[in-house]
DNA sequence: AACGTGACAAGGC
DNA sequence: AGCCTTGCCACGT
C-alpha cells in the first residue's frame, strides 16, 4: 500500500495481471514469469496486496499454483474472490479451479 | 540498517 | 495428501 515502490516493479505486474482475459485465471508464478520476473510469485502476492482499490486490475484471477484461492477459505477475501469469479463463469469444484480449462495460456501446470 | 513477514512455489519426507 | 524447509525480494518496524 502507499509510497511508489520500486520504479514500476509493481506497474509491471499490474499491467501483466490486466492481460489475464475475463474467465481465465493464472497463478502467481506464471504472472511472475510474463511479467519478466520468474521466481518472484512471492512479489506478486505482495504487489496485489499493495493494488489500491478501483484499480481495475482483476486481481481475483490470480490463484495460486495448487488451483486454490490463496486465502483462509471461509475469510471474507475468500468469498470476495470466489463471487468474482464466479460472476465470470468460473466453477470452484472442490475448492479447486481446473487450470486446464480456465488457465490463460495453458503454460501452466507442466509435469 | 537488520529482521521478520507475506494474496507464492518447489522439493523432501 | 499434508507438513516442513528453502529460495525470493520489497516492506514496515
Redesign the pocket.
Known sequence: ???S??PG??EIIWETVRLIPRGRVA????V?VEAG?P????????A????PPSSGVP??R?????GKI??PPGSP?YSR?RLLLQREGIVLEDGKIDMKRYGWLRKMHIR
Open positions: 500500500m502507499k509510497k515502490g520500486p516493479t509493481y497463478s502467481y508464478g506464471q511472475a520476473l521466481g518472484q510469485a512471492r512479489l506478486v502476492g505482495y496485489l496486496h499493495a493494488l486481481w481475483h490470480v490463484i495460486n499454483s495448487q490463496s486465502f477475501a474472490q
